[in-house]
């Protein structure tokens, strides 16, 4: 799911099996991603993920390294991982958004040969637009708990809006942008959701 003049396309790492079926990304119970986008700033409220429709219109969009669904991501094979992070190089080549976020330190290494990546920005950029590594959000991801998953999505938003030339507001207080009534159309997106 992303639109034109894109500030950060956010990547999961592969769709729940939760996810896959509802058709929404990090959909599932306990998946914190929705929270701590809110909690950050990114949207003036908290979002439910059938409301994922929304995003591009606040500057943001969600895709995923691999489009197959697990239970876990760590049923994924690592030829997996390097052949999504090639389609995520495409995609991010054709999309251009201001930065894209992977959720996931280790699928963000394992995607794109990167053995020594941390979390946060990163020193090289994916197809010419600069990356941040940020925590996966799932809630089976124990290391970080959501005032910490807060933090990051926060230190990376701080970004976007000192690089945002074209305003001095953050995505959600741009004028006409939608941040309360859910839309009944259904989401677009340019792979299947993650959890």
Sequence with gaps: MAGPGLLVLFSGINPSLYSAATGHHFARPGNRFWPALHGAGFTGRLLHPSEQHLLPALGLGITNVVSRATARADELSPEEFVEGGAQLAARVARLRPRYLAVLGVTAYRAAFKRPKARLGP??????????????????????????????????????????????????HDRPGTPTAAPHDRPATRTAPPHD
């Design 122 to 171: 990163q020193d090289e950029t994916i197809s010419g637009v600069p990356v941040w590594v940020l925590p996966n959000p799932s809630g089976l991801n124990a290391h970080f708990q959501l005032p910490a998953l807060i933090t990051e999505f926060a230190a990376l938003r701080a970004v976007v809006l000192r690089t945002d030339a074209s305003t001095t507001t953050p995505p």
